[in-house]
């Protein structure tokens, strides 16, 4: 009986085994399994770092900017490139890439060899935002001309004069290209040495970019300028002859002659009978009006014209001369350098760089003294009446309405800031 009884508690402890097997051992291996079905793996697969078209994860990068007077053979020599591939780079046909004409603080990458040498396998070169060229090392050299893609985009933008138009331009973040343009357009219509606080202005405008970055104003599409309370207008339109600005009424806003001579800056004296010479110290006419600028500021022709003196004397250093035509002359003083190739006889066009900012001759800072003859007299150029290009015609006036009311809409529902209590900057 005993036997029996044992007999039977060993099954029952058996089939007590089994049910706790399968109930709780055998779950969890089919958990695991159907987990170990399930397993995800994030791999990440590293992307490849490419450059101008190039794969440089196991190569050197290196950028630095071309410095003055640095020609791109001495650059090539520094990192090892043969010197029958440098040879080849100098004598590169003026149709691919003239390497005379690399120019200081220009960018340039070199892609080398991660050794001790440093030997350079490609460099590419950057005159421009937009413009690289590659130069490729191998056995022999490979050149490729290449551009970044650009892309416009129309932008507008409303700002109030607080003190005076270069603060409040530079607090909005306004390229100093938009402003000279805007300058440029209302030149003669509006005084921007004396605009008061309060007046304001909307612009729609172009723009270039590359990779999100500004490179360039195409053109503006539009303004509209309050001062002192009166409302002016600017409308781009071709009536043939090219692109042109006029107010709302239609009648030409350029003029033969530009204002400024000069990027917009501020003037530090005008024409006047009667002002004493801070060099000479002594009382006597300033028959000039003086653009206070950086040393190497370009200097423009403000228009076309031939050049009949480009030389140095001592009151006036280096300086050009211009004849416009048969009433008007033009003189640009105290120059740092007159520009290449302009000289004596040379033709120049209305916005040319004739030579920069400078303090030569008797000065006693960097300034532009910029002379104007009418007729053989001299008088204030700020104050010349200059006859204005031709208006609309009526065959053209339909378009031009048309135009005119489409870009006033878009001014009109340009927002002007709110109001600040406290001023964006003194006078």
Known sequence: MQRRWLSFFGIALMIVAVVFVNRY???????????????????????????????VDDFLVIEDKVKRNERLGDILEAYNVPAKLINQVS?????????????????????????????????????????????????????DVCK?????????????????????????????????????????????????KGDKFKLIYEESQVEGVTVSINQIKAIYFEHFGSPYYAFPFDQGEGMNYYDAEGKSLRKA?????????RI???????????????????????FAAPTGTPIRSVGDGTVEEAQYKSNNGNYVKIRHNGTYTTQYLHMSRIADGVRAGTRVRQGQTIGYVGSTGLATGPH?????????????????????????????????ETVKGDLTKKLDSIAFPEQRQEPIASI
């Open 25 to 55: 051992y055998l779950p969890s291996l089919t958990e695991q399994e159907a987990s170990s079905d399930s397993v995800s793996f994030d791999i990440k697969i590293k992307e490849p770092s490419v450059l101008y078209g190039m794969v």
């Open 148 to 196: 970044r893609d650009v892309i416009t985009v129309e932008k507008s933008i409303a700002g109030e004069i607080r003190s005076n138009l270069s603060e409040t331009i530079e607090e909005l973040g306004i390229s100093h290209e938009l402003t000279n343009k805007f300058v440029d357009i209302f030149g003669w219509q509006v005084d921007f040495q004396r605009l008061q």
């Open 268 to 290: 530090s004296s005008r024409y006047t009978m009667s002002r004493f010479h801070p060099v000479q110290k002594r009382w006597k006419a300033h028959l000039g009006t003086d």
């Open 91 to 143: 004598q590169l046909s003026r149709n691919v890439f003239d390497a005379r004409k690399i120019a200081a603080n220009k960018k340039y990458t070199l892609i080398c060899d991660q050794d001790s040498l440093k030997t350079a396998k490609a460099l590419v070169y950057e005159p421009n935002p937009i413009d690289y060229i590659i130069f490729r090392f191998e056995d022999s050299l490979t050149v």
């Open 368 to 400: 532009l003294c910029y002379r104007f003859w009418k007729n053989g007299v001299q008088v204030d150029a700020l104050k010349a009446d200059l006859p204005p290009s031709e208006p609309i015609q009526k065959s053209h006036m339909a378009a031009f």
């Open 257 to 265: 002659l530009l204002k400024y001579p000069i990027e917009f800056t």
